[in-house]
């Protein structure tokens, strides 16, 4: 019994902090790229994300190790004409939810590292005004998931 009961107080000791507090602060889901023909230096990323709190937080900022760059954008149509334009932070409303699709919220990856076919797996890290930190797989696609 002291055996297993030592055993278990190693166990515990060794498992990460991250186990013990509160848990990510954003659920990501419905994560995709489109897949581009060879060559385009530019692709475009969408999925949805959950704050799990009880306080509003922002998406201040994206990258990832397979593109030179990321940046967050923001589709609207003004005066007859769809338009796009760069955004610094996403609002994501306390238990509320903000999605990345296309017309919408995208993400815009810049020059990628090499060239992603459909399913290919990109790493991109999230980061929130609350300083956490969220790291994702997105399938590379050629059209967008099922719903």
């Known amino acids: 019994m002291r055996r297993t009961l030592a055993l278990l107080i190693l166990l515990a000791a060794a498992l990460p902090a991250a186990v013990w507090g509160d848990g ?3 659920q990501a889901s419905k994560i ?3 897949e581009g023909a060879p060559g385009v230096t530019v692709l475009g ?6 704050n799990l709190t009880a306080k ?3 998406l201040t900022a994206v990258s990832s190790p397979d593109f030179d760059s990321v940046e ?3 589709s609207f149509v003004k005066d007859g004409m769809e338009s796009m334009e760069p955004v610094p932070a996403v609002d994501i409303p306390a238990h509320g939810s903000v999605d990345f699709k296309p017309g919408g919220f995208h993400l815009m990856l810049m020059q990628p590292k090499k060239n992603l076919f459909a399913g290919d797996m990109v790493t991109l890290m999230l980061t929130f005004s609350d300083k956490s930190e969220l ?3 997105a399938p590379v696609r050629r059209d967008p ?3």
């Open 24 to 26: 990510p602060s954003v």
């Open 32 to 34: 995709w790229i489109r």
């Open 45 to 50: 990323g969408y999925l949805s994300l959950a």
């Open 56 to 58: 509003p937080l922002q």
């Open 72 to 74: 967050m954008h923001r």
């Open 135 to 137: 790291a994702i797989m």
């Open 145 to 147: 998931p099922l719903r």
